[in-house]
């Protein structure tokens, strides 16, 4: 199974400063199509899980664009400029490339 | 609007059985893989079973194979998890959640198995 590696566990961020998010995979993300299934998900307290970042650095529908996603074959960032308080939750890298699909264990956002 | 509804979760004694219900709405259902992905209490993300928007191709997790089996109904826009032998470690909130990329989540249904 492919293993997601995220860092940190924990983030404390100051509202109106950035914060960044890292996921290391196991194995390289890139298909040959050229597309990288890495995936980014936010899980506010108390509610479901929402997609983020999609193929890793595709915004979904409705997410502001204060996110954005980046990285390469084995290594991904999250980064959220500007930290509101609405981003309070849990952050999960997931790979969607092969099965079993797979989950960082997550990093946690709190505000400062 | 997209809309997955979980329910038929509860209370259950370690080696018996319960079935899980998605109710699905606001898209074409029939077009889409759908998957089932659960959260221990106070843990993280765990894919269970994926299903083709077709039932041709179907996985599983191997913490479940054998004991689990998905399926759907697309005439009635569900999605099903039944769930046998069930053991303690078992017990967390089951989430339905659409393909691609799991970009649609239900509320989630919570699963407890214990004596």
């Known amino acids: 199974d492919i293993v997601m590696t995220q860092a940190p566990l924990s983030v404390s961020v100051t509202p109106g400063e950035s914060a960044s998010i890292s996921c290391r995979s196991s194995k390289s993300l890139l298909h040959s199509n050229g597309i990288t299934y890495v995936y980014w998900y936010l899980q506010k307290p108390g509610k479901s899980p929402q997609l983020l970042i999609y193929?890793?650095?595709n915004l979904a529908s409705g997410v502001p664009d204060r996110f954005s996603g980046s990285g390469s074959e084995t290594d991904f960032t999250l980064k959220i400029s500007r930290v509101e308080a609405e981003d309070v939750g849990i952050y999960y890298c997931g790979q969607l490339l092969e099965n079993p699909d797979t989950f960082g264990a997550g990093t946690k956002l709190e505000l400062k | 609007e997209v809309q997955l509804v979980e329910s038929g979760g509860g209370l259950v004694q370690p080696g018996r059985s319960l079935k899980l219900s998605c109710l699905a709405s606001g898209f074409t259902f029939s077009n889409y893989g759908m998957n089932w992905i659960r959260q221990a209490p106070g843990k993280g993300l765990e894919w269970v079973a994926s299903i083709s928007s077709s039932s041709s191709y179907i996985y599983y997790a191997d913490t479940v194979k054998g004991r689990f089996t998905i399926s759907r109904d697309n005439a009635k826009n569900t999605l099903y998890l039944q769930m046998t032998s069930l053991r303690s470690e078992d017990t967390a909130l089951y989430y339905c959640?659409?393909?691609?990329?799991?970009?649609?989540w239900g509320q989630g249904t919570l699963v407890t198995v214990s004596s």
């Open positions: 959640a659409r393909r691609p990329g799991y970009n649609s």
């Open positions: 193929r890793m650095s």
